[in-house]
Antibody, heavy 115, light 113 residues
């Protein structure tokens, strides 16, 4: 059964770079798209973007100028970087498998941006 | 961006009752070439990641109990939970995958009286 495990720093200062990684266990890494989705406290889900195993990406235009996603097929991992964070970026960040439908999710990482 | 508006924001019902959640899209999610509606429903229990329940507006994901059903087409969609169970306490969100950026509704919280 495919599982996603994610990790990264949970507390950032304003203007720092958010960095999260998600590893795929128990299934093929290639042939799938992977997405990052976030959820601010008490709010709805926001799609950040997606990447496939070969590195093809699509980002949410609202975040595109600050987002970079990458994939490492040798480690079955993909990563998210979001630069110049502000308090508005405080959220639980999820990785998920799938381009249009997300049937497997990571456990979520709470990232808090505070001075 | 496509805006999805859910109603109500919250719902409190008794065990065994039926829950009905609406999701209205700012534009049609029906793709005429394949006659499919690009809408999914997710369940998010407290402290857990979302779980895919329904896709193509009415197809249940494997393992999802048949008391969950989805309906609708175009811009108006409904998630119905028949015979509400205690484990159905969660936030339910619709998501469109018709175009990018993929967007979600604001969520509907379902609670038990």
């Amino acid at each position: 059964q495919v599982q996603l495990q994610q990790w990264g720093a949970g507390l950032l200062r304003p203007s720092e770079t958010l960095s999260l990684t998600c590893a795929v266990y128990g299934g093929s890494f290639n042939g799938y798209y992977y997405s990052w989705i976030r959820q601010p406290p008490g709010k709805g889900l926001e799609w950040i973007g997606e990447i496939n195993h070969s590195g093809s990406t699509t980002y949410n235009p609202s975040l595109k100028s600050r987002v970079t996603m990458s994939a490492d097929t040798s480690k079955n991992q993909f990563s998210l970087k979001l630069n110049s964070v502000t308090a508005a970026d405080t959220a639980v960040y999820y990785c998920a498998r799938g381009q249009i439908l997300h049937s497997v999710w990571g456990q979520g990482t709470l990232v808090t941006v505070s001075s | 961006d496509i805006v999805l508006t859910q109603s109500p924001d919250s719902l409190t019902l008794s065990l065994g009752e039926r829950a009905t959640i609406s999701c209205k899209s700012s534009q049609s999610l029906l793709y005429s070439i394949n006659n499919k509606n690009y809408l999914a429903w997710y369940q998010q229990r407290p402290g857990q990641p979302p779980r895919l329940l329904i896709y193509w507006a009415s197809t249940r994901e494997s393992g999802v109990p048949d008391r969950f059903s989805g309906s609708g087409s175009g811009t108006d969609f409904t998630l119905t939970i028949n015979t509400l169970q205690a484990e159905d306490v969660a936030v339910y969100s619709c998501q469109q995958y018709f175009i990018t950026p993929r967007t979600f509704g604001q969520g509907t919280k379902v609670e038990i009286k």
